[in-house]
């Protein structure tokens, strides 16, 4: 049956539309990206099965171009568009940070992150600058390493933030194996930077770790 012919509350635009997109699973929302099926498949069906293909909906928006292209029903114009949707929201969380207090907006804060930082194979650090406002300077990914670790130099961070003129900063980086838990190396690091930052009074207001799910927060966890 063709979602047309669905009763109007089970479509998924008018569903959305009613509810709001978090009352959508995630076939659902993919179900309105794609637009249409295939022959025999209505977009939701197609959606189901790239979801299965895929193994979650994470795995098929950090695909490459190479790998997104051989889902079935999908292509190049579909990755391009797929692309623009996750960039505009990347610039939104920036925009919505930079007009307002960062540690007002966490889940803001946590989405933006993450959008950055997804999808690596290997770790990055970076570093959110702030003003003295908490409210957003620049975003940097200052380090790069392999997929288990980067190595991090207190004095290069403090150069930046000196650079930027920041006041605070948040800290993140990346755990490829999708596991958002700190290791020691982390909290190691974390405290060194701290006490480096603060001989220049710039203040640490947290350190996100980017895996599957939730990124952890040290600042959550007393660990700041």
């Known amino acids: ?36 099926g ?6 939701v069906d197609l959606a189901r ?23 079935h029903g ?12 996750l960039e505009m929201a990347r610039r939104h969380f920036k925009e919505v940070l930079q007009r307002g207090d960062a540690l007002k907006n966490p889940d803001i804060t946590r989405a933006y992150l993450s959008a ?4 690596y194979s290997y770790e990055v650090f970076a570093c959110l600058f702030l003003d003295n406002q908490n409210r957003v300077i620049q ?6 390493g392999t997929l288990d670790s980067a190595s991090v130099y207190p004095r290069e961070v ?28 982390d909290r190691f690091i974390t405290d060194k930077l701290k006490q480096a930052l603060a001989l220049f009074d710039i203040r640490v207001l947290d350190h996100f770790i980017i895996g599957d799910g939730q ?10």
């Open 38 to 43: 295939t022959a025999g498949k209505s977009a």
């Open 74 to 85: 999908l292509g190049s114009a579909k990755y391009a568009q797929l692309q623009a949707v």
């Open 49 to 71: 099965e790239l979801l299965d293909s895929f193994g979650s909906l994470k795995t098929l928006l950090d695909a490459d171009q190479s790998q997104f292209c051989q889902g």
């Open 158 to 185: 403090a150069k930046q933030a000196l650079h930027h003129n920041a006041s605070a900063v948040i800290f993140a980086h990346n755990h490829p194996s999708g596991v958002a838990e700190p290791s020691q190396a």
């Open 215 to 224: 990124p952890y927060s040290f600042a959550e966890h007393g660990l700041i």
């Open 1 to 36: 049956m063709a979602i047309k012919d669905w009763p109007a509350e089970e479509r998924p635009r008018e569903k959305l539309l009613q509810r709001g997109a978090g009352a959508l699973t995630d076939a659902e929302l993919l179900a309105i990206f794609l637009r249409t």
């Open 116 to 119: 950055q930082l997804r999808g």
């Open 139 to 144: 975003l940097d990914e200052l380090f790069r």
